[in-house]
């Protein structure tokens, strides 16, 4: 049985706030791929990146959905169910 999100009324229409993730644009760093806040709008990079600031985000703001902005990526993920996001 697949789980289900129970957090679909946290998002929000959002602009993303960087063009790149914000941390590690402010200090100088690379990372791997982008995930977007969609309580705040947040940009940060992926938990295969070295500093994981999107999921930072989450256990400082408790924001459970996340979007990849990747070019020709469109999922959604929730960090408190740990599932795809429909």
């Known amino acids: ?23 590690c644009l402010a200090i100088g760093d690379r990372w791997v791929h982008l995930r977007m806040c969609l309580s705040c709008g947040h940009v940060g990079c992926c938990d295969s990146s070295k ?9 400082a703001t408790n924001h459970p959905i996340v979007q990849s902005v990747e070019p020709g990526e469109n999922w959604r993920w929730c960090y408190i169910d740990q599932t795809l996001v429909r």
């Open 51 to 59: 500093n994981k600031h999107a999921t930072k985000h989450f256990l």
């Open 1 to 23: 049985m697949s789980k289900t999100c129970n957090h679909l009324d946290s998002i929000q229409d959002v602009t993303p706030s960087a063009k790149g993730c914000e941390e």
